[in-house]
């Protein structure tokens, strides 16, 4: 690993802007149960110590799995050189169980510390990211879910970094229509069930990291309803564990392959058959029957606020190392000396419109982050909202926007990861196009991204379809209202008025697509729905990200008026209030002209005979 480069950067800086200028985290949740554990200083030690991480240990090892990948030798899978030292690591310095419960052997900190540890983790390596990131959401799948038994027995050894995890939920003839499941499970009179079928796209379905794997399975028990609702979930093994908690003999789950992709290539990707000898065993997890998809939404949840975080860690680091390769690669003269061909040649950062790409990725991936880690700090304020037990308005309120939130970063998210790894691209340009730079693997790495855990157009089907009428539409309600008021408030703004203006415009366009969504649903009109659907998500995450952006700009404006002349802060607070200023100003006005689109209600796409789409 010594021997490998790192070519991984983050800013620290607005990482720690938006925990402690932002957001707060000091006032709102450190020294408060159940965080009371938790300090400024505290927070400070895992921002620097896993940037350390990152750089020293994940980062040398991203272009080696990307070159080297996975292999399968006689049924096992081996990871690319250094995952397995690198694994170690990870879980002796404590990275995955700062989260988790005290009893699983975990330190309790604010939601808020896993995101920017996965920010670092996917950025710096993401591939090795997600064995991880799946067995930590194994863990808190079955301490909320699990039987008292289950609970003693799995979080705190996944947690411990002794046993990986994977959720299994893919088919070969299913794909996203996981209710079309063939996987079966039958009762035996022990109690356990014998489970059968194939998975495919199983990230992290094998691995030489762990002694054993645990499979989450999602199964029909015969007799069991049709679609999702006849489905349970079940514990299964990649070796039987004995009743000391030891790992045995093989649970008859057999690699049928891995997959040969475009990027991750150091996660290997699995498909996985079940019960091929019919000596596959699993346990139902809980009590419950005909549960699994309720029980698997508690992890899948996670999963794509983990998914969104991935994009984010590979965006923020696809842009920097575009802002490094600017600053230093001389080409041209500048444009105000243009037809002076005996003009000195200047950084490529000095022409305009690499200083505009460089300037869209800084907006994009400074409004992701505010918005993800606003994500992670309602999730941290139902807790300490909980520990109160005296405000169930509060309670409701930020877990309304959790669930809100959660399929737009997401999507948003991933989206924008794979567009700011391609303007990083195009900034270096030819040069990015070459493994030389990193930038080409970011790009392919996060393409998976909008794609796995729900496509990004089931995430807007699932906002569209689920959650602006959840609770009655309250969480949208209070989303809108929370902007209303930022918009009231500093509509007069010296600086950013006319912007935060735009602002109010751009959420009335959004209330209006939302109306109209709902008189289709209302009028009979559901095809409209799905054609709609990712613009209106995209809306709203516009209107999000402008909204952090600018909040961020006002902080940052105050901060600076408070400084003293020649503080290095002043070019950060500058930096603020550009990436506001352009966000708003360039991406925001999309929100108005894509309600005019949705408005005009176009139906082509479904007016189309199948055979108009090609004569081949």
């Known amino acids: 690993m010594s021997q490998a480069q790192n070519r991984y950067k983050a800013d620290l800086r607005d990482v720690r802007f938006v925990l402690f200028e932002l957001l707060r985290m000091q006032d709102t ?8 554990a938790w300090g400024r200083d505290e927070v400070d030690m895992v921002v620097t110590e896993v940037d350390r991480f990152a750089r020293e240990v994940a980062g040398p090892l991203n272009a080696i799995g990307d070159r080297v990948g996975c292999r399968l030798e ?25 989260c988790a419960q005290e009893e699983h052997g975990g330190q309790g900190a604010p939601f808020l ?7 670092a983790l996917a950025g710096s390596n993401s591939s090795f990211s997600m064995y991880p990131g799946l067995s930590y959401g194994v863990a808190e799948l079955l301490h909320a879910v699990g039987t008292p038994a289950q609970k003693a027995r799995y979080p705190r050894r996944l947690h411990a970094g002794e046993w990986g995890g994977t959720m299994c939920l893919t088919e070969p003839q299913a794909g996203s229509d996981v209710g079309a499941a063939k996987t079966h499970a039958t009762r035996l009179p022990d109690g356990s069930y014998a489970i059968r079928g194939t998975k495919i796209f199983i990230s992290g379905g094998d691995h030489d990291l762990t002694e054993n794997v645990i499979h989450l399975v999602l199964a029909r028990i015969a007799g069991a309803a049709p679609g999702t609702k006849g489905l349970s979930l079940f514990i299964v093994p990649k070796r039987r564990i004995g009743a000391d908690g030891s790992s045995g003999a093989s649970n008859d789950v057999a690699v049928g392959s891995i997959e040969h992709k475009m990027g991750i290539n150091g996660s290997a990707t699995c498909v996985l058959n079940f019960g091929e000898n019919d000596a596959c065993v699993g346990e139902l ?8 998809m309720s029980q698997m939404f508690k992890m899948m949840n996670g999963a794509r606020i983990g998914v969104a975080l991935q994009g984010l860690g590979v965006a923020s680091a696809a842009y920097l190392s575009a802002l ?6 001389k080409q041209g003269a500048h444009i105000s000396q243009w037809k002076d061909p005996s003009a000195p040649r200047v950084a490529i950062l000095q022409h305009p419109d690499v200083r505009r790409m460089l300037l869209d990725m800084k907006a994009r991936v400074e409004g992701i982050r505010a918005l993800i880690f606003g994500l992670a700090h309602h999730m941290d304020c139902v807790a300490v909202a909980l520990a109160a037990g005296n405000d169930d308005a509060k309670v409701a309120y930020h877990r309304g926007q959790v669930d809100l939130l959660t399929p737009i970063v997401k999507a948003y998210a991933t989206d924008q990861s794979f567009r700011v790894c391609e303007t990083a691209i195009q900034t270096y340009g030819g040069h990015g196009y070459l493994k030389d ?8 790495d996060s393409k998976i991204l909008a794609i796995y855990e729900g496509t990004n157009h089931i995430q807007a089907m699932d906002l569209v379809g689920r959650k602006l009428a959840q609770e009655g539409g309250a969480p949208l309600k209070a989303f809108l209202a929370d902007i209303g008021n930022f918009v009231a408030a500093h509509g007069q703004h010296a600086e950013l008025g006319p912007e935060v203006v735009a602002l109010g415009r751009a959420s009335e366009s959004l209330t209006g697509a939302a109306m109209r969504l709902l008189g289709w649903f209302h009028g009979g009109r559901i095809q409209m729905v799905p054609l709609a659907a990712n613009r209106f998500l995209e809306m709203m995450a516009e209107v999000a990200v402008a909204w952090k952006l600018l909040e961020s700009a006002h902080i940052a404006g105050l901060a600076k008026a408070s400084l003293a002349d ?3 802060d002043h070019d950060f607070y500058t930096g603020k209030r550009a990436a506001a200023l352009y966000y708003a100003r360039n991406v925001l006005p999309g929100v108005e002209a894509k ?13 189309l005979p199948d055979a108009a789409f090609a004569t081949v």
């Open 595 to 607: 309600a005019k689109i949705l408005a005009a209600e176009d139906t082509s796409p479904i007016d």
């Open 285 to 292: 997890v809980g009590t419950v029957e005909h549960a699994g």
């Open 74 to 98: 006689n049924g096992q899978v081996f990871t690319p050189p250094g995952f397995k030292e690198a694994w170690v690591r990870l879980y002796q310095d404590g990275w995955k169980s700062l």
């Open 29 to 36: 949740l450190l020294g408060k149960a159940p965080f009371a």
């Open 113 to 119: 510390m896993h995101a920017l540890v996965e920010e």
């Open 437 to 444: 730079h990193p930038v080409e693997q970011y790009c392919r």
């Open 324 to 329: 490094e390769y600017a600053r230093e690669r």
């Open 566 to 568: 020649g503080h290095p």
